[in-house]
């Protein structure tokens, strides 16, 4: 379809006078071209846009457009502003964008784009904002980029890059002012960012640079976003070593990396400071930091910082503030004045806290967003809170309220005649409460949910575990031969001071107690847990990988830690104890695929009832029933998992084949996003499930002579899925009203042959004008389950694909 057919444009006027088009003053030549939010989908046709010699400034943003013409290139010789951002244009970016040697500014985000980032880049020698975030490429960002010197603006963030970051980077870009690789795996040293004497905006969070802090910290600083790396040092060397300028900077976040020493000394003079994480660092011992100053501030997280000592007064001061945390750390003292009627995120948790829950506070917590007293030795008097917040923000120690200090006492005038008897029965009302309680403490103390509960505390009195242990499932016994339970330490990636034991993996499943057992996996059993510090876990034992040895199943295990995607479920840690290797995950709290569309208990589900009481279920919340109704919900789960698989196979140096892509494997975290689990894990290691599961295996796999599992094998079970999501159905064992079709996808794709799609989608799917969107998405997982591997699309593509018939808002 042509891309200028698309203008409701009264062609008998002169081009010049059509909206968005802009010409010379001659009236002559086309210069410029505003073409964005049109609808326009397709290829650029040949013999439309690459006529326009003279063409200036292109902009096609905001369409549907999926490819070049052969002669769009031909505009390098004018071309100085060119944007094609959120299109769906995918594949290989070709080396002929080396062409636009003139090129000013370049926009190419929100693509789908693939492959490495072209080395002709290196003959943009004008371009001065350069934006690819938000695609598909890998690889390393080219040692040609370097040649780019008039570069202000530099955008990769969120694709898949995994390489090394040019030497001499910093060096080269004299004029750089924002600089954005945020969300990639890109490893190179602090030091390589030396000489961006002009930059305002830095964000490389969530990659692999490594070195001093010094380094990075220069020129005029707004926006420093430097989290989830491997920065290290001593943090005040930042300010004698560059006398940096702390009251430019408005945001800075330095959590999850490794920093040591004590807080910055200077950072009171941070006045303009509205946004600080400090959070999951290696700090030393110290007392609260000096903010007092930081008026503007409206984020603090301190989480997991080594601060001990009283939470000071004068942070009720801080009038902006509105979210603050401060969990895992030490401190004592009571919980100060938080009367800002901002604050709507407070997580106090895992301190050492003591006293009342203030009532001025407690009053203002139905109107927060979120918050968190737990693990502390708080007193919470009178509250109108639920019982479930009671569960999920108050877990662990709380005293009993004092009888004459409940407020909720004091709320009537006292003088009045009948405040006596009022006061009489409050006082006897209260001991005959808290003598009931006793009588249950006593005699009630093994039911499930006071189980759970006390399953929260750390095991500080237990301090002489001895073994060996041996422990059952329905389908397996397994022994962790272990002399003493806290000799063995637990690994914990990004909290490695919270000093776990195999002893406090024992106390939070009740010693592998079958009440914990939430799945018999591919690997052996998986229980669930609550491990200090408020982690809620799922504990995998690993009973087939016995022939390793424990250097070997570290390296794989901390190998793995570092594949992280959005929609991967990440491993967090791990416990050798013995010839017992057993790995830790995030626990899944919305449950997984399989039970969502079927209502059936898979065979590696990470949720079950008897955690429900204990647990603030969002699935519950949502109404998980209601969302699946929607077409959008669905569409957002399939795009979910195809970018984890496309991660798995073109964003890993080697690729990872999943081995068993199935409904089962894809869980929802908190926000009900899609998880896939599984992956990489000793791949084809005495795994009895190595080619897959049933309904969810190729037809190359399940031959008598087949091959090894490849990545096309997962694209298979990726449309088995998608399927599963589009018409609601099972792999095997449903009806399908046809005695010659046996599985979801010979019904299915015969349905698609016979142009039949519209039977085969849910009746429970709201459809609001969706039709074609699922139907071509049925089309999609025709092309996955195609019977030869190369006839299948790789993941790439089907990403680009999926985001082609992404719902409007209203579906």
């Known amino acids: 379809m042509g891309v200028v057919s698309l203008y409701n444009f009264n062609f008998s006027s002169p081009v010049c006078s059509w909206q968005g088009v802009f010409c010379d003053a001659q009236h002559e030549n086309v210069i410029g071209l505003v073409a964005s939010g049109l609808s326009l989908s397709g290829f650029i046709p040949d013999t439309t846009i690459g006529k326009l010699n003279k063409l200036q400034s292109l902009d096609l943003s905001n369409n549907n457009i999926t490819g070049f013409s052969s002669d769009f290139w031909s505009l390098g010789k004018s071309l100085k502003t060119l944007n094609l951002s959120c299109n769906h244009v995918f594949g290989i970016l070709p080396n002929n964008i080396g062409n636009f040697d003139v090129l000013e500014s370049l926009d190419l985000s929100f693509n789908n784009f693939s492959g490495e980032i072209p080395a002709s880049f290196s003959a943009l020698l004008s371009v001065q904002v350069l934006k690819i975030d938000r695609n598909q490429f890998v690889g390393s960002i080219p040692l040609g980029i370097l040649s780019c010197q008039n570069l202000v603006s530099f955008d990769v963030s969120s694709n898949l890059l995994n390489g090394t970051f040019p030497v001499g980077f910093g060096a080269a870009f004299p004029k750089l002012k924002i600089l954005n690789l945020a969300g990639n795996e890109i490893h190179g040293r602090s030091s390589q960012f030396s000489g961006l004497k002009s930059i305002t905006h830095l964000n490389i969070s969530r990659n692999s640079f490594h070195g ?48 040591v020493g004590e807080f910055f000394h200077d950072l009171s003079e941070a006045q303009n400071l509205r946004h600080l994480n400090l959070a999951n660092n290696r700090f030393s011992g110290q007392h609260f930091p000096r903010i007092l100053k930081l008026s503007s501030l409206e984020y603090l997280n301190l989480s997991q910082t080594n601060i001990s000592g009283d939470i000071p007064t004068e942070i009720s001061k801080l009038g902006s503030l509105r979210t603050l945390d401060l969990s895992m750390n030490s401190l004592s003292g009571r919980i100060p004045y938080l009367g800002t009627n901002s604050l709507q995120v407070l997580d106090l948790s895992c301190n050492n806290l003591t006293g009342e829950v203030p009532f001025s506070l407690l009053s203002k917590l139905p ?36 009888i004459a200090a409940n407020p909720d006492l004091f709320k009537r005038k006292m003088a009045k005649h009948n405040g006596g008897l009022k006061l009489y029965l409050a006082v006897t009302l209260s001991l005959f409460c808290f003598l009931m309680g006793l009588l249950c403490l006593v005699f ?21 575990i001895s073994g060996p242990f041996s422990f059952e499932t329905d389908s397996a016994s397994w022994v962790a031969d272990v002399k003493l339970a806290t000799s063995v330490p637990v690994v914990i990636f990004e909290k490695p001071l919270l000093n776990l034991t195999f002893a406090d993996i024992l106390f939070a499943t009740s010693h592998f107690d079958r009440e914990t057992l939430i799945a018999e996996g591919r690997f052996g059993p998986v229980y669930r847990g609550i491990l200090p510090g408020g982690m809620h876990v799922a504990l995998k034992a690993l009973l087939h990988v016995s022939t390793m040895t424990d250097k070997e199943v570290a390296k794989e295990l901390e190998h793995l830690a ?26 899944m709290e919305n449950g997984n695929l399989q039970i969502l569309l079927h209502g059936v208990q898979p065979i590696e589900d990470w949720s079950t009832n008897i955690w429900e009481e204990n647990t603030n279920s969002g699935a519950q919340n949502v109404g998980l029933e209601e969302l699946l109704k929607t077409w959008r919900f669905r569409h957002k789960l399939a795009l979910g998992i195809a970018r984890a698989l496309a991660f798995l196979h073109h964003g890993c140096s080697p690729s990872i084949i999943h081995r068993d892509v199935k409904a089962s494997s894809i869980h929802l975290d908190s926000n009900l996003d899609p998880r896939l689990s599984g992956f990489g894990l000793f791949s084809g290691l005495e795994d009895h499930n190595a080619h897959g599961s049933p309904g969810y295996v190729p037809p190359e796999v399940v031959q008598p002579i087949s091959g090894p599992p490849t990545l096309k094998s997962d694209v298979y079970g990726f449309g088995v899925v998608l399927f599963e999501l589009i018409t609601g159905k099972k792999p095997l064992d449903d009806d399908y009203q046809d005695e010659k079709v046996v599985n979801l996808v010979s019904w299915a794709r015969g349905l698609v042959r016979r142009n039949q799609c519209a039977i085969a989608i849910d009746p429970k799917i709201q459809r609001m004008g969706s039709d074609t969107q699922i139907e071509e998405a049925l089309r999609i997982g025709y092309l996955c389950t195609a019977d030869l591997p190369t006839k299948r699309p790789s993941m790439h593509q089907i990403v680009g694909l999926l985001k082609d018939v992404e719902p409007v808002a209203d579906q």
């Open 367 to 402: 109107q927060m967003k979120r918050f968190n007293f737990s693990y502390n030795n708080l007193t919470l008097c009178a509250s109108n809170l639920s019982g479930k917040t009671f569960k999920t923000a108050f877990i662990g120690s709380l005293n009993s309220c004092p």
């Open 562 to 587: 570092c594949i992280k995607h959005p929609n991967l479920v990440p491993l967090i840690g791990y416990c050798l104890a013995g010839d017992q290797r057993i790995s830790i995950y995030n626990y």
């Open 444 to 464: 009630g103390c093994r039911r499930k949910n006071t189980m759970w509960e006390a399953k929260l505390l750390r095991p500080r009195e237990e301090k002489n």
């Open 212 to 259: 001093s802090l010094m380094h990075v910290f220069q020129g005029q600083l707004e926006v420093a976003d430097l989290s989830h790396n491997h920065f290290q040092g001593h943090v005040s060397q930042v300010h004698f070593k560059f006398n940096f300028n702390w009251s430019l900077l408005h945001f800075l976040d330095l959590s999850s990396n490794n920093l």
